[in-house]
């Protein structure tokens, strides 16, 4: 069974940084995409950045030059660094993978159970 698990988040004031980490266990083949989401009380999850098994990257345009995502594919990990935080940037912050695993025989997505990230003003 496949398990993605976050690991990073906390309370931080604005202007500070926190580094955002996802390593995925279990039996599984190969990961394409990885990437963070995020949601908010007031929100629906949105996309935060992905980042392709070769290293292209995407970001939401409220966190573009700001925030950084990479991967260590030998560890199955994917990290989001996040600098100069904003409130606005509260949220749970949830990572996402596209795996193949023999079980499903197939391309699955998983989700993380989320990390909060709490940015005082």
């Known amino acids: 069974q496949v398990q993605l698990v976050e690991s990073g988040g906390g309370l931080v004031q604005a202007g500070g940084s926190l580094r955002l980490a996802c390593a995925a266990s279990g039996s599984m083949f190969s990961i394409n995409d990885m990437g963070w989401y995020r949601q908010s009380p007031e929100n629906e999850r949105e996309l935060v950045a992905t980042?392709?098994?070769?290293?292209?990257?995407n970001y939401a345009d409220s966190v573009k030059g700001r925030f950084t995502i990479s991967r260590d594919n030998a560890k199955k990990t994917v990290f989001l660094q996040m600098r100069s935080l904003k409130p606005e940037d509260t949220a749970v912050y949830y990572c996402?993978?596209?795996?193949?695993?023999?079980?499903?025989?197939?391309?699955?997505?998983?989700w993380g159970q989320g990390t909060q990230v709490t940015v005082s003003s």
């Open positions: 996402n993978a596209e795996i193949w695993t023999q079980y499903a025989r197939g391309w699955s997505r998983y």
């Open positions: 980042i392709t098994s070769g290293g292209s990257t």
